[in-house]
């Protein structure tokens, strides 16, 4: 099963940006869907964004559309997050997580996801 490391987060200030990477190992990522997820201090787990195998389809949460970019590169076996103008509200532990696809599927639904990494802090001051 492939294994997933989270990193490129830190402390930046709002307006500023940060790209997150999350590289696997083991299998290839080739195969898995991929979304990023957000836990703010005290609060549940949410989406961010989601990637398809392909990296055809992208879907974003609402409040990162416009800013936040998801891409891949199964070559290097890693998908990253760009975050551009970054808000204090966006600080949280980033999660990327992984499941096994069809070329076209991605999903923004937390449930749906097998593969975790550890997470990344971001933390974004006013």
């Known amino acids: 099963q492939v294994q997933l490391v989270e990193s490129g987060g830190g402390l930046v200030q709002a307006g500023g940006s940060l790209r997150l990477s999350c590289a696997a190992s083991?299998?290839?990522?080739?195969?898995?869907?991929v979304a990023w997820f957000r836990q703010h201090p005290g609060k549940e787990r949410e989406s961010v964004a989601t990637?398809?195998?392909?990296?055809?389809?992208?879907y974003y949460a609402d409040s990162v559309k416009g800013r936040f970019i998801i891409s891949r590169d199964n070559a290097k076996n890693t998908v990253y997050l760009q975050m551009n103008s970054l808000k204090p509200e966006d600080t949280a532990v980033y999660y990327c997580?992984?499941?096994?696809?069809?070329?076209?599927?991605?999903?923004?639904?937390?449930?749906?996801?097998?593969?975790w990494g550890q997470g990344t802090q971001v933390t974004v001051s006013s």
């Open positions: 990637i398809s195998r392909s990296g055809v389809t992208a």
């Open positions: 083991g299998p290839t990522l080739s195969s898995y869907a």
């Open positions: 997580a992984a499941v096994s696809a069809n070329y076209y599927y991605a999903s923004l639904l937390e449930s749906e996801y097998n593969v």
